[in-house]
């Protein structure tokens, strides 16, 4: 399960999903909502599994190679 929330933040078109319906390519049981609504660059919450795992991450913008850093993972 984790394997594949994370496939989905690496290939997401977005992976800090900006705007509305941005998500909308997720499945049905993934989520990304900001971490802090105060801090729209920082990071992102990636619900999995119907809400049974989180997956907390920030995106660092590089030129030629983008970056996605797991901070915290939870599933039970």
């Keep these: 399960m984790i394997d594949a929330a994370r496939a989905e933040l690496v290939t997401a078109a977005d992976p800090c999903f900006r705007g509305i319906d941005a998500d909308a390519g997720l499945p049905d049981s993934m989520l990304v ?38 901070e915290e993972i939870f599933w039970q």
């Design 33 to 70: 909502e900001p971490a802090r609504s105060s801090d729209p660059k920082g990071p992102r919450i990636l619900h999995f599994d119907n809400g049974h795992g989180w997956l907390k991450y920030t995106f660092v913008r590089r030129t030629e190679d983008p970056q996605i850093v797991v």
